[in-house]
């Protein structure tokens, strides 16, 4: 290697030595001239720049035609085709700088015959010096032909051989020791340099795929390399769980069954199965009763009787569905009802953006047996997270009528309301939210409009736990009489902590808790004294079989001024609980 680099150096300075000799000559004869002495031949100095303008010629269509013969191997590589050998590349240098001197010296003999055309020999003494001057040139011309023929034999060793394009190993190499020392992003730029020259390279296929898992060509990576080690159940193990992720449950379960044929004894296939199984029939259509009740520190009493029914529409990730329920509101007094009638649909675009929503409408029954109404009712929500651990973004809008009480029923007060939560992470544990919400409270004589703003600074834990701080500050444009309280201004400070625990089994326990401190002031008044504020939300969920769930859902808070509903004085308590059944069919 070190006398072909020795070799290659040689050529290149002979070369360069002979083309700046060419080059300095006219401007020695010119030199020559001004100093009075005998000038040399300019038909010479005429020969050696042609001659030496025919090399340069030549190095530059030589390397063109590399450059653009390299140009067209590069989309056969990235196409799944390995590169020619290295032989066959040299032997094409080879032949095109052959090529290329043999058409600048034909082109040179036919100048010389056009410029000679037609003239009779000249003296002894001149066919001598012609002779030798030819010989001189074709000597010359045979130097040069030789330099350049090593040359471009010794360039594709040297190119091949450049530190600038390491062989397949070294990026092999690379790539593991950086998955090892879990440099992700070094990693997966090894391994699809790995791949572009070798296709074949079934480890940096599995390898590039586990990199990019939120990505969807991660199914497919996971799909090549099942064809390249079809005896690997690790392999339609890993398929099917990207399959599950995708929504696709029967091609997952049918990648599993493929797993568990070559590995029977598999725990991982087995649980894997089991898991994708109990999704399937999630996914699955279902119907839901549910019965919910609540009552608040005024003596207000709810109780809620409904259920729901879904299925999934040709096989896709859109869900379609029917909701239904009666509520009956109550003080003790009188007594007022609800019943809410809505189509809804789900959309999942991926594990990272989904839709849902609802519409349809609300018939209110006053407390005093009057007339009935129908209000317009529905909602909607997107999600959509960039990664795992990226950015994310939570709009919801709603229409909806308060109901917590029969006086509030008897007004018709119906909020319209727009909220949306961005999510910034700042580290892998640490997050900033920010908060905003806008509403319009529509009662049958008044238009209020109440805004709400929020900051949150999060430090998970782990990926189960999160402990957070938080404040909200809530406006009204002015007080009201229909029904809730509506101050000038609330503020809250408070400290929170969220849980999410789930066993292998499919029980799961979700717990959302806040405790801080508050202060209102009402409209012509300055901010009262900081007071408690205390809230709570847990959602619970006992598995009863793939599918079916039994699914309990607590709320409580006490609080001046809530954040989610309207209270209905100025000290509120509240709480609430939901059992549903979740029977997929």
């Known amino acids: 290697m070190h006398i072909r680099t020795l070799l290659v150096v040689g050529i290149l300075v002979a070369v360069a030595f002979t083309i700046a000799s060419a080059l300095v000559m006219p401007f020695r004869e010119i030199y020559r001239r001004l100093r009075g002495r005998p000038a040399g031949d300019w038909r010479v100095v005429t020969g050696q720049l042609a001659i030496t303008g025919g090399v340069l010629g030549g190095m530059w269509v030589t390397g063109r035609l590399l450059g653009l013969a390299l140009a067209a191997a590069r989309p056969i590589g990235t196409a799944g085709r390995a590169l020619p050998p290295g032989n066959v590349l040299r032997f094409v240098s080879i032949a095109l700088a052959f090529g290329t001197l043999a058409a ?9 015959l056009w410029v000679h055309r037609g003239k009779r020999p000249a003296r002894r003494v001149r066919q001598e010096t012609s002779l030798s001057h030819e010989r001189s040139v074709v000597q010359q011309w045979r130097r040069v032909a030789s330099l350049v023929v090593l040359a471009v034999i010794a360039a594709p060793v040297s190119l091949a051989q450049s530190p600038r394009r390491p062989p397949v190993r070294v ?11 879990r440099a992700e992003i070094v990693a997966a730029r090894e391994y699809a340099a790995v791949l572009a020259a070798d296709p074949e390279n079934s480890h940096a296929t599995y390898r590039l795929a586990q990199l990019t898992r939120d990505d969807p060509a991660a199914l497919r990576l996971f799909q090549r390399y099942v064809e390249l080690e079809p005896e690997d159940p690790w392999g339609y193990m890993a398929v099917g769980e990207a399959l599950a992720r995708a929504g696709r449950y029967g091609d997952a379960l049918q990648s599993y069954d493929a797993a568990l044929r070559l590995a029977p004894d598999e725990p991982e296939a087995v649980a894997g199965r089991a898991k994708v199984f109990a999704r399937a029939r999630a996914a699955a259509p279902a119907v839901t009763p ?24 040709g096989g896709g ?5 029917v909701e239904a329920s009666h509520d ?14 809505a189509l809804r649909a789900a959309w999942r675009a991926s594990r990272l953006a989904s839709v849902e929503g609802a519409l349809g409408g609300t018939r209110l029954e006053r407390s005093d047996r009057g007339s009935t109404t129908v209000v317009p009712t529905g909602r909607v929500r997107a999600r959509w997270r960039s990664s795992a651990h990226g950015a994310a973004v939570d709009i919801r809008a709603q229409r909806g009528v308060l109901g917590v009480s029969p006086l509030l029923v008897d007004n018709r007060v119906v909020r319209t ?7 910034i992470p700042l580290t892998r544990t640490l997050k900033l939210r920010g908060l905003g919400r806008t509403a319009l409270l529509r009662d049958t004589a008044d238009l209020n409009h109440r805004t709400a703003l929020g ?8 990926p189960a736990i999160e402990l957070s701080g938080q404040v909200h500050q809530i406006r009204y444009s002015h007080a009201s009489t229909a029904g809730y309280f509506a101050p000038r201004l609330g503020q809250v400070v408070e400290a929170g902590s969220y849980a999410e625990l789930e066993t292998p089994r499919g029980w799961l326990l979700a717990l959302d808790v806040g405790a801080g401190a508050q202060r209102v002031a009402e409209f012509g008044g300055q901010p009262g004294p900081w007071t ?30 809530a954040r989610e509903a309207a209270t209905t004085a100025g000290a509120w308590r509240y709480g609430s609980a939901a059992l549903s059944l979740r029977w997929a069919l």
């Open 455 to 462: 900051g949150v600074v999060a430090v998970a834990l782990s």
């Open 171 to 181: 990026h092999l190499a690379r790539a593991d020791s950086a998955w090892a020392a």
């Open 532 to 561: 408690r504020s205390l809230r709570g939300y847990a959602f619970i969920t006992a598995p009863l079989a793939p599918g079916r769930a039994l699914q309990l859902e607590l709320e409580w808070e006490d609080s001046k001024v």
């Open 328 to 341: 009956r509101v109550t003080d003790g007094v009188s007594t007022a009802g609800l019943e809410q009638l």
């Open 290 to 313: 549910l019965v919910s009740g609540s009552r608040d520190s005024d003596g207000n009493t709810t109780f809620r009787l409904g259920g729901s029914a879904e299925l999934q529409a």
């Open 317 to 321: 990730p859109l869900r379609l569905g």
């Open 104 to 112: 600048v010296l034909a082109a040179v003999e036919l100048l010389r």
């Open 417 to 423: 309301e727009l909220r949306a939560v961005v999510e």
